[in-house]
């Protein structure tokens, strides 16, 4: 199967591009991107993925609009059969152009059941290649997966029901990361032996933050009993520099009788060897696994067959107890901003993305249970 990727030098293998190197079907190649306002009223997540080895592409778009009593999830979901252009990546009326690799990117979606956009992604700083990302369940893998980071602002516009947003680069600013390689993904597979030991839960935090002079890209993974399986915090300077802030030690600050971040104290080092200290606040939170195929969503899941030329709307009321019930046992995605602190008392302002997840146990939380919340 030769396609116009081929015409390239970037083989990595005696194989057409169009044919991954293994043929474990959870292989995959994702993009992953986020935007909003800093007002907290309003949170945009996109995604498109291939699934070569399932034969399928998809896309979604996910709209968190959360104004006065109201707080909604809409997503637009998108499912195709999978093609050889993966230059142009596109799903339906949505498409990712990549005007500049590594820089700037423009996201267009044709309307759609009364959605639409055309917005542009300029990254603030280079991109940070994160660390691989390894989890097995006994012997087998069930995650390996490379992933980049960047930090930017949009432009552009977004239209929801007829209300028309002006993307603001002043103002509007996100994350995104690419991912590529193997995690659950497609309709569920038979699990065989229940897992020796069970899963009893997991600990996830990500913070990417753009600062005046430095975008901050931190990652954590920790087992129920606090041992770290991924621990990974950059600095990128302006002016190219990368510096590691250590093992920073995170405190995440829970709403009352809850799970939901409110906040987190993040303590840091320089690579000076100097404290940074980080407060970050947390508002607008969306549930990744209410609508946008994450975690378990019963309703949407990457890589999923749903025919040629899928389209569908859905819209969660996220005040519904029956909707709201299933946020505590995923990854919550939120507006994020933070005060970043050196040793000499020198303050950065930054905004970006909280996001946070602790489901199960994790005793250093004191979360014994899976029903355990905050005091």
């Known amino acids: 199967m030769i396609t116009a990727g081929d015409e390239y030098p970037i083989h990595q293998a005696a194989l057409p591009i169009a044919w991954p190197t293994q043929s474990d079907r959870n292989f995959y190649d994702r993009s992953y991107l986020c935007a909003h306002d800093r ?97 097995r369940q006994g012997t087998r893998v069930t995650l390996d997966a490379q992933r980049f980071a960047q930090v930017g602002s949009w432009s552009g516009r977004l239209v929801v029901d007829g209300e028309e947003f002006i993307v603001d680069p002043a103002t509007w600013i996100g994350t995104r990361d690419r991912s590529w390689g193997i995690r659950p993904v497609g309709e569920p597979e038979n699990p065989g032996r229940p897992a020796d030991p069970p899963f009893q839960g997991m600990w996830w935090f990500y913070l990417p933050m753009a600062f005046d002079d430095f975008g901050l890209v931190m990652i954590i993974q920790e087992d129920p009993d606090g041992y770290r399986t991924l621990n990974d915090c950059t600095r990128v300077w302006r002016d190219g520099r990368v510096e590691q802030l250590g093992w920073p030690r995170v405190k995440i600050h829970y709403r009352s009788g809850t799970r939901l971040p409110v906040g987190a104290t993040i303590e840091a080092t320089a690579a000076d060897g100097s404290p940074v200290v980080i407060e970050a606040d947390a508002q607008c939170a969306t549930p990744l696994h209410i609508g946008g195929g994450y975690g378990g969503d019963p309703d949407w899941g990457h890589g999923q067959w749903k025919g040629e030329n899928f389209v569908e709307r859905v819209t969660y009321d996220l005040t519904d107890p029956a909707v709201n019930g299933r946020a505590a046992f995923g990854v919550i995605d939120q507006v994020g901003h933070a005060v970043c602190r050196e040793a000499d008392g020198t303050e950065h302002e930054g905004w970006g993305m909280f996001e946070h997840g602790s489901f199960g146990l994790h005793r250093p939380s004191g979360f014994n249970d899976w029903g355990d919340v905050a005091p």
């Open 39 to 135: 007002s907290g009223e309003i949170f945009v997540v996109f995604g498109l993925g291939h699934y070569p080895n399932l034969g399928v592409k998809d896309a979604f778009v996910l709209v968190h609009r959360k104004v006065g009593d109201s707080d909604t999830n809409t997503a637009v979901h998108l499912c195709d059969a999978i093609d050889g252009d993966r230059l142009n990546p596109r799903v339906g009326p949505f498409a990712i152009e990549v005007v500049e690799p590594l820089k700037t990117l423009r996201l267009t979606l044709e309307e759609t059941e009364g959605i639409e956009l055309d917005m542009t992604w300029n990254g603030l700083f280079d991109v940070v290649q994160e660390q691989r990302h390894l989890m």
